[in-house]
């Protein structure tokens, strides 16, 4: 059977880059799949987090998802924390997987920066809990935004290394799936660096929740270079700012990027900046408002996450269960 497992960590900030390299593709994938959805929160407390801003993350990225079309009635959508399978699986990978492969992680290499002796072992261990995530169901495949790719290998591999330690064929290989021409939306500041949620500066992101007016000054102080925009996609070549906005908008209006430039190659960046806000505006505002309603309405949240957990849990316990007889903590 193919199953589709993916998350997104409960900080704040969700931005366009979630929703175009990661959420919009998990709405398009529940019309083949099977697919489990998760609110990460185990992750999100690899660095800091205060307890009640993570209360109010996770209804908000629940949330999101709904409002972006995800259907926590066909599939299903609940927290990590409140299926204990994650936690256990990922203890038995910890005892799989090798340092040797952790410390080769970019993300927490980037992550941790300069001052690594103080990061958490939680942020070290982090891709360790994200092969749990995703073997805890069996998932065929993942859907994520570029950054993830490395983290998803190491899935691959600590899958090998369980079935090759206790000779069985009982994982599955994930596959990663890459989809959408946004898989890396850059910083609106910095063409060179991922729209990130952890970013200090709010400039440098599309947030779901930003307003008409916020969204239209962002893009217009975004970062650009003095040329017009190129004719052909060889001209955004060492151009990453244009390449950025280019690729934003041809996410949006599912065109590709040499029909934007068509359109509007040659022009200055002021009109494009202008047609960017308007397509922004016209697609983000049905989601932001279907949030803002759904925020509203704690209970209902509650409710999804509550009947979503119980569901992921009966699909999680009997595969755990078969993990701790093969590694030799029950009789079989
Ligand atoms: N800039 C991005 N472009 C495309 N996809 C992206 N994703 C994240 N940033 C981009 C994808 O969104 C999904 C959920 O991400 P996450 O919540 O696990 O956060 P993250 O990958 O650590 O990146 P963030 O959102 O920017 O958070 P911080 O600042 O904490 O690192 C994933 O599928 C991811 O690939």
Not at 42 to 52: G, R
Not at 195 to 216: Q, V
Not at 258 to 269: A, P
Not at 311 to 326: C, G, H
Request: proline letters at 5%; a negative charge.
């Amino acid at each position: 059977m193919e199953r589709v497992f993916s998350g997104a960590q409960p900080t704040g900030n969700l931005h366009l880059g979630n929703y175009l390299g990661a959420i919009r593709n998990w709405v398009a994938l529940q019309k083949d799949f099977e697919c489990i959805f998760c609110v990460v929160d185990l992750h999100a407390i690899t660095v800091w987090q205060e307890p009640n801003e993570l209360r109010s993350n996770i209804r908000e990225l629940a949330a999101s998802m709904i409002a972006s079309g995800i259907d926590p009635e066909k599939h299903v959508l609940f927290n990590q924390s409140q299926v204990s399978a994650h936690a256990e699986l990922a203890w038995i990978f910890n005892c799989i997987a090798r340092i040797g492969w952790l410390n080769r992680m970019t993300q927490f290499k980037e992550k941790a920066g300069k001052n690594r002796e103080n990061a958490s072992l939680g942020l070290y261990a982090y891709p360790s809990l994200m092969a749990a995530d995703i073997l805890a169901y069996k998932a065929t495949h993942v859907p994520v935004g570029e950054d993830q790719k490395q983290h998803l290998e190491l899935t691959r591999d600590i899958a090998i290394k369980f079935n090759n330690d206790f000779g069985v064929e009982f994982f599955p290989q994930p596959d990663p799936l890459i989809l959408g021409p946004a898989t890396r939306v850059m910083s609106l500041r910095d063409g060179s660096k991922k729209m990130s949620k952890s970013d200090a500066s709010d400039m440098s992101r599309i947030n779901m929740t930003d307003d008409a007016d916020t969204l239209a000054k962002k893009i217009r102080k975004a970062k650009t270079d003095p040329e017009p925009l190129p004719s052909e996609a060889a001209g955004l070549e060492g151009r990453p700012e244009a390449k950025n906005l280019i690729t934003i908008y041809a996410a949006l209006t599912d065109a590709n990027v040499s029909d934007v430039l068509v359109e509007h190659g040659g022009t200055q960046f002021s009109g494009f900046k202008q047609a960017l806000t308007d397509v922004v505006v016209e697609k983000l505002a049905p989601i932001t408002e279907e949030m803002a309603r759904l925020k509203a309405d704690n209970t209902y949240i509650d409710a999804v996450l509550a009947k979503g957990a119980e569901r992921a849990d009966a699909i999680a316990q009997p595969i755990l269960k078969e993990v701790k007889e093969i590694v030799g903590f029950l009789n079989r």
